[in-house]
């Protein structure tokens, strides 16, 4: 069915994945255009499209009198996004933020649509236009035209060279960590804590403040400094050397979160002047494929922890109920879910424990 708009409305109408379908295809054409058509019509639709371009035309130093750019490899950033399925709705929302050196954020930009699981080639322009994506684990249910609220981002950037690069979003194992280009440190008597709530595999793709409930305490040789919501604070504590102790606890669910539904992270080190504070961090390799599942067949999960001089992995099949030691990085074949516990520790006395319910599944 082809509907024709009035001559002074707009024929522009967004699709969304969402709503009630008609029975019949339908398109909605301009009547300038209306005119112009045959008897016949073929179309092609692909509403989730394997290919985006986020585009911006920069000429310096002028105004053009025609704006003509042709996207090639020789401008543009090509990345092979993937976009993991946690359960729930089969879309999510994302959105690549762009903005100008001069700018001080991103003017006019919207949340788009993209179907979970799904791998897409997004060509991306360089120089010194500063890009960040962003992702939602969700459908998250406002208003396509408004800019994205919520959900993991990664670092802002500038693409300065043309290139190749690939990202997996919300891929297990999602847990917190400080992310990639984000460091822990002392300043004078105050505690930089960059720890998010959430990381997923790539280490760097992070949300703070997006947990159904979460919690974190300091203490200072054993006595309680703070409590707070999160572990991304800057903490006052008192002059001098001391061993600390962090935790902090974080508990997400509904359909659209079935993985890394909860987890416990405890770290204990030692601080006394500015530099770094050593945080020690887990990183997790695990076979997973776009739905967050991994093998019902005995498989390989990689866990490192730099710095670390003694590092244990158990994992458990009941929730967290009982823990199995991990041999040779090898998890026996089974089925249902994978739940991990990680402790590990430095020659310095500095630790992590760290426990994710439902980490993965099995398939």
């Not at 024929?11 to 054409?29: F, K, Q, T, Y």
């Not at 300065?160 to 984000?182: D, L, M």
């Not at 999160?230 to 993985?259: H, K």
Request: net charge neutral; hydrophobic share 35%.
């Amino acid at each position: 069915m082809i509907f024709i708009r009035r001559a002074d409305r707009s024929a522009w109408s967004p699709w969304s994945p969402d709503g009630e379908r008609l029975a019949i295809p339908a398109l909605v054409l301009p009547r300038d255009l209306a005119g112009k058509l045959g008897r016949s019509l073929s179309l092609t639709l692909t509403p989730n499209s394997p290919y985006l371009y986020d585009v911006f035309q920069v000429s310096p130093g002028r105004v053009p009198s025609q704006i003509v750019y042709k996207v090639t490899a020789a401008n543009s950033q090509r990345i092979t996004s993937r976009y993991a399925d946690n359960g729930g709705f089969d879309w999510v929302r994302e959105q690549r933020f762009g903005w100008r050196p001069w700018q001080d954020y991103s003017w006019n930009d919207t949340q788009r649509d993209v179907r979970t699981p799904s791998v897409r080639t997004e060509w991306v322009s360089t120089g010194d236009t500063i890009w960040q994506h962003q992702v939602h684990h969700a459908y998250p249910w406002n208003d396509l035209g408004a800019s994205l609220d919520g959900g993991m981002a990664d670092a802002a950037t500038s693409y300065a060279h043309p290139g190749v690069a690939a990202e997996t979003w919300n891929s297990p194992v999602v847990r917190p960590a400080t992310p990639v280009g984000y460091a822990n440190t002392r300043t004078g008597d105050v505690l930089h804590l960059r720890v998010a709530d959430y990381v997923d595999s790539t280490d760097r793709h992070h949300t703070v403040d997006q947990a159904d409930s979460a919690s974190a305490s300091l203490y200072r040789n054993g006595t309680l400094l703070a409590t707070t919501p999160d572990a991304w604070q800057d903490i006052t504590v008192p002059a001098g050397d001391a061993a600390y102790r962090l935790t902090l606890s974080t508990a997400r669910g509904g359909d659209d979160w079935i993985y890394g539904t909860r987890t416990e992270t405890e770290w204990t080190f030692h601080s006394g002047k500015a530099g770094n504070l050593p945080l020690l961090q887990i990183s997790y390799a695990a076979p997973v494929s776009l739905d967050g599942t991994a093998t019902r067949r005995a498989h390989r999960l990689r866990v490192t922890v730099p710095g670390a001089c003694k590092t244990s992995v158990e994992y458990s099949t009941n929730f967290g109920a009982t823990w199995t030691q991990v041999r040779d990085e090898r998890i026996p074949a089974g089925t249902g879910t994978v739940s991990l516990r990680v402790t590990a520790s430095d020659r310095a006395g500095n630790s992590v424990r760290q426990t994710v319910i439902l980490a993965y599944g099995r398939s």
